[in-house]
T-cell receptor, first 109, second 115 residues
Framework: RKEVEQDPGPFNVPEGATVAFNCTYSNSASQSFFWYRQDCRKEPKLLMSVYSSGNEDGRFTAQLNRASQYISLLIRDSKLSDSATYLCVVVTGGFKTIFGAGTRLFVKA | DTEVTQTPKHLVMGMTNKKSLKCEQHMGHRAMYWYKQKAKKPPELMFVYSYEKLSINESVPSRFSPECPNSSLLNLHLHALQPEDSALYLC??????????????FGDGTRLSIL
């Protein structure tokens, strides 16, 4: 079993749609969780940190469920510019960082 | 613009060459990271420096040699690389680990090709 697993993609959605990504992790000692987005041939960029209480940033909502060891990302009112690969990131022991394989999102007009 | 600067942007080298990748940040971050990313794959952690000391080496072959001369700089020395080492090499930094949830900020990478 992979340490961090993500929904397989790609997701093809129309503009304005709501789309959700899930990610599970195997190490219950994991401490920090993030969502990054990566555009083709670019570096990963932080989208948001993920907290146990859940957090929202505009159209984006992230949730963490420690008991079930999964994190989620919800994107509302999808825009063409949201097309990218979304990577969940799990950090253990302060620094050991594992990326999920990524989920590709295509938003179409 | 990224606050983590990597040079060079592109590097082509032969298997017998010696070269170095450089990374610089001026955000006062005390943790710095090297990642390797192959096409259509996620970044894979290679090394982590914390307060200029090597904290993590993810069993990386010795032909990759990291160096952290000071808290703002991180180098990756390359020697006798193999064609399968061709990849995007990403540098990242974070404030430190204290308190958790310290996100990493990435440079835009060095695209390395081994002939």
């Amino acid at each position: 079993r992979k340490e961090v697993e993500q929904d397989p993609g790609p997701f093809n959605v129309p503009e304005g749609a709501t789309v959700a990504f899930n990610c599970t992790y195997s190490n219950s000692a994991s401490q920090s969780f993030f969502w990054y987005r990566q555009d083709c041939r670019k570096e990963p960029k932080l989208l948001m940190s993920v907290y146990s209480s859940g957090n929202e940033d505009g159209r984006f909502t992230a949730q963490l469920n420690r008991a079930s060891q999964y994190i989620s990302l919800l994107i509302r009112d999808s825009k063409l510019s949201d097309s990218a690969t979304y990577l969940c990131v799990v950090v253990t022991g302060g620094f050991k960082t594992i990326f999920g394989a990524g989920t590709r999102l295509f938003v179409k007009a | 613009d990224t606050e983590v600067t990597q040079t060079p942007k592109h590097l082509v080298m032969g298997m017998t060459n010696k070269k170095s990748l450089k990374c610089e940040q001026h955000m006062g971050h005390r943790a710095m990271y090297w990642y390797k990313q192959k096409a259509k794959k996620p970044p894979e952690l290679m090394f982590v420096y914390s307060y200029e000391k090597l904290s993590i080496n993810e069993s990386v072959p010795s032909r990759f040699s990291p160096e952290c001369p000071n808290s703002s700089l991180l180098n990756l020395h390359l020697h006798a690389l193999q064609p399968e080492d061709s990849a995007l090499y990403l540098c990242a930094s974070s404030q430190d680990w204290t308190g958790g949830n310290q996100p990493q900020h990435f440079g835009d990478g060095t695209r390395l090709s081994i002939l």
